[in-house]
């Protein structure tokens, strides 16, 4: 594992790697070494299908290498879906779409109880029961039915009849969301919401991948996908991940950041008072410094720096801080203040 000398935790970030303590028996630094290639090779693969969207796919496995779940907020006919679809099969990982619906029943996903020939009751699982779920709008179904991913999504467990059952590792939750069309609509209760590690917005592609998404989807070619990540090397990204050291002054920053967007907090300014009701949790905290590893890794840094929870900020915190009705009225947007504590 990775080992600190107690006396770095005030050493610049960026100066951390190269006073860890490495060996040549010390695989993680290797894997480390290797983990920037792999992260080049399964984009290079998604690029195969999916045109431009760079941030937003590598936010996507940034998540992935953190065991995270990604809300994918866009219009329709973005390659949400198939975004999803692709990284999944990139991954080598089992699939389930669910279409959420008004009418969709927590036995739906979670699963039910039935009768055998043997008159015993038998569990058939639902869907939940895979490696990548794919929430397809999954704010058209009620309250009732969103709740049934809350114990899957934290615990990666589900509880049914009175039994507890594991989800196979790795796991996670990719949800899609339509933002403009409200009627027929559920939004996701708060709790939910900050399950999600990134909220991520999906723009138009620019005039020039517009272009290419066109010849792409109107030729009789088709593309396919090859495995680049096996669900055993996955679960090693992760553990690698966890185990990347961090400054004090670097963790420090996160919580402060977090802690500046809570309006009743002394670190608040003037701005977040006005135009917030709610601020981010610890939850947000931890989602900082633990996409910050990923992304200091994936750009083959040992350790993250203060510009690496930067730049992960934004899809961290947008779903996790409220704006009253002063900050709608003058158009204050969510990007706009997290800027601002930047």
């Not at 708060?190 to 030729?219: C, G, H, W």
């Not at 090397?233 to 420090?252: F, H, M, S, T």
């Amino acid at each position: 594992m990775f080992v600190l000398m107690t006396s770095i935790n005030r050493i610049p970030s960026n100066t951390i790697g190269k006073r860890i303590i490495m060996s040549e028996q010390n695989t993680e630094v290797k894997e480390l070494d290797n983990l920037k290639g792999q992260f080049a090779a399964l984009k290079n693969e998604i690029a195969k299908v999916i045109v431009g969207q760079d941030k937003v796919v590598e936010e996507l496995i940034l998540s992935i290498f953190c065991t995270g779940h990604v809300l994918l907020v866009g219009v329709p006919g973005l390659a949400k879906t198939l975004l999803v679809k692709t990284i999944s099969e990139a991954l080598g990982l089992n699939f389930s779409r669910i279409q959420f619906t008004p009418d969709l029943m927590p036995s739906d996903i979670i699963g039910a109880e039935i009768l055998d020939e043997n008159r015993n009751f038998k569990f058939i699982k639902g869907p939940v029961f895979s490696n990548v779920i794919l929430a397809d709008e999954i704010n058209r179904t009620p309250p009732k039915t969103q709740a049934a991913l809350l114990e899957a999504m934290q615990e990666r467990s589900v509880t049914a009849a009175g039994h507890h059952h594991k989800l196979d590792k790795p796991f996670f939750v990719l949800a899609t969301q339509n933002p403009i069309e409200q009627e027929g609509t559920y939004p996701l209760p708060e709790a939910q919401l900050d399950r999600f590690m990134f909220n991520l917005k999906v723009d138009y592609p620019s005039f020039t991948e517009e272009v290419q998404i066109v010849k792409n989807t109107t030729s009789a070619n088709e593309q396919t996908i090859n495995e680049v990540l096996s669900a055993g090397e996955i679960l090693k990204i992760q553990d690698l991940i966890r185990k990347i050291p961090v400054a004090d002054n670097v963790v420090e920053y996160a919580v402060t950041l977090v802690a500046k967007t809570r309006p009743e907090n002394n670190l608040a300014s003037d701005q977040v008072k006005k135009y917030l009701s709610w601020g981010a949790g610890p939850r947000a905290s931890q989602f900082l410094v633990l996409a910050a590893k990923a992304h200091a890794a994936i750009n083959g840094k040992y350790s993250p720096d203060i510009e690496d929870v930067k730049t992960v900020a934004l899809p961290i915190l947008r779903h996790r801080i409220v704006r009253n009705y002063k900050a709608e009225a003058e158009g204050m947007s969510i990007e706009k203040l997290v800027d601002s504590l930047l």
